[in-house]
């Protein structure tokens, strides 16, 4: 039987994660078991595994793969975890979330993105994912509390509503900083005495914009 060998541009990929410090050995096993080219615009396949970011519909990004494995790496995930994504974008994050944790609550305000990703994440089987036309700002008072929160937009502030849907010992990672320029991202912890908080590197993401867009 013949042996379905792995392309260089994907071997690279997988190198590269692994050269900028990422080690979690799960993180590393679902980023090379998800397609990232099942993601991105079909005119950026070709780059699909090259570490930036690249462009989606309505304005938005696909995160440069080594973002995507940091923030997961450092949600420190278990498979009992519900987690909730603000910002779906392609569906990507979410996909690479999946494998995982127990259940993710992805949330984005652009239907197009929003309808594209689920479509995207039942193709692969990502059955428990649901993905949210909504406010990340404004979440439903019916939602529950998550273990693990993901932003994958620059917030200027993490709202105290969004740390509040925090489970004691959960946590949180935003990129926190002005929405044109670099954005550092932040490590929430809930602890019994209050709300620890770490910078960890800086970075680029795309603002993340209160309601629910009225085009696109």
Excluded: W
Excluded at 76 to 83: D, E, G, M, P, T
Excluded at 141 to 155: E, K, L, S
Excluded at 173 to 194: E, F, N, S, W, Y
């Amino acid at each position: 039987m013949a042996v379905k060998q792995t392309p260089p541009e994907k071997m690279m990929f997988q190198l590269t994660l692994r050269r900028r410090g990422i080690s979690d050995q799960a993180v590393l096993r679902t980023m090379e078991e998800i397609p990232r080219e099942a993601f991105v615009e079909e005119g950026d396949r070709a780059d699909a595994y090259r570490d930036s970011a690249l462009g989606i519909a309505c304005g938005q990004t696909i995160s440069q793969p080594f973002v995507v494995a940091y923030m997961t790496e450092q949600l420190q995930l278990q498979k009992s975890h519900r987690v909730l994504e603000i910002g779906t974008g392609s569906g990507y994050q979410a996909a690479i979330l999946s494998r995982l944790a127990a259940r993710v609550l992805t949330i984005e305000r652009f239907r197009t993105l929003a309808e594209t990703a689920r479509i995207r994440l039942e193709r692969l089987g990502c059955d428990n994912v649901e993905v949210m036309l909504g406010d990340g700002f404004d979440l439903p008072p019916g939602i529950n509390q998550f273990d693990r929160i993901m932003v994958t937009a620059a917030m200027e502030q993490i709202p105290e509503s969004l740390i509040e849907r925090l489970e004691p010992g959960g946590i949180l990672i935003a990129p926190v900083g002005p929405h044109h320029g670099t954005q550092t991202l932040m490590r929430l912890v809930k602890t019994d005495t209050g709300i620890e908080r770490k910078e960890l590197v800086d970075v680029r993401f795309v603002p993340a914009l209160p309601g629910v867009a009225r085009e696109l």
